[in-house]
T-cell receptor
Framework: DQQVKQNSPSLSVQEGRISILNCDYTNSMFDYFLWYKKYPAEGPTFLIS?????DKNEDGRFTVFLNKSAKHLSLHIVPSQPGDSAVYFC?????????????FGKGTKLSVIP | DAGITQSPRHKVTETGTPVTLRCHQTENHRYMYWYRQDPGHGLRLIHYSYGVKDTDKGEVSDGYSVSRSKTEDFLLTLESATSSQTSVYFC?????????????FGAGTRLSVL
């Protein structure tokens, strides 16, 4: 049973426009959410995170929104740049047993078109 | 790469042979993880460690074993490699397992089992 879902395998956006990547989760025990970015032949790199007590966290061009009632989070990238082209993974931490584990979604491949 | 070295970076082996992948960190982080990444599956946790000689199973642990005799080294062993274990393997580390779960990843090991 997939607890973290990224339903869009891919997304194409024009340079300068907004990219919105979505993530849904099913486990109510998730209390901390992270986004990772991955380039080909490299390891994932941490991008931004949000605690379940917040509904928004911003870092430069990147903003993550959390809607707890809908069990949904989104990553907004504004403006999108060609260097943002990568696979983005959503991850969630369970506040219960084994809270040092993360559960990852399958990823969304973002292509920013110049 | 947050002081994480994975070796080897690439390996081709034959079915039935033992394989050991190494993860070495220079950050003195307590928690270490092994993931595999496969198309359509995202990142899945194989095993993790919460201290020297303290390890536990993740989501896809069958066919894998781990050892951690020193803080800096976390070994992943495939006792008898199978073609289904062809994958890209990532090691990750984190420092505050309970308070925060930002995991930092190595560059990965691409393993092909023929």
């Amino acid at each position: 049973d997939q607890q973290v879902k990224q339903n869009s395998p891919s997304l194409s956006v024009q340079e300068g426009r907004i990219s919105i990547l979505n993530c849904d989760y099913t486990n109510s025990m998730f209390d901390y959410f992270l986004w990772y970015k991955k380039y080909p032949a490299e390891g994932p790199t941490f991008l931004i995170s949000i605690s379940s007590i917040k509904d928004k966290n911003e870092d430069g061009r990147f903003t993550v929104f959390l809607n707890k009632s809908a069990k949904h989070l989104s990553l907004h990238i504004v403006p999108s740049q060609p260097g943002d082209s990568a696979v983005y993974f959503c991850a969630a931490r369970n506040s219960g047993a084994g809270s040092y584990q993360l559960t990852f979604g399958k990823g969304t491949k973002l292509s920013v078109i110049p | 790469d947050a002081g994480i070295t994975q070796s080897p970076r690439h390996k081709v082996t034959e079915t039935g042979t033992p394989v050991t992948l190494r993860c070495h960190q220079t950050e003195n982080h307590r928690y270490m993880y092994w993931y595999r990444q496969d198309p359509g599956h995202g990142l899945r946790l194989i095993h993790y460690s919460y201290g020297v000689k303290d390890t536990d199973k993740g989501e896809v642990s069958d066919g894998y074993s781990v050892s951690r005799s020193k803080t800096e080294d976390f070994l992943l062993t495939l006792e008898s490699a199978t073609s289904s274990q062809t994958s890209v393997y990532f090691c990750a580390i984190s420092d505050r397992g309970l308070a925060k779960n930002i995991q930092y990843f190595g560059a990965g090991t691409r393993l092909s089992v023929l």
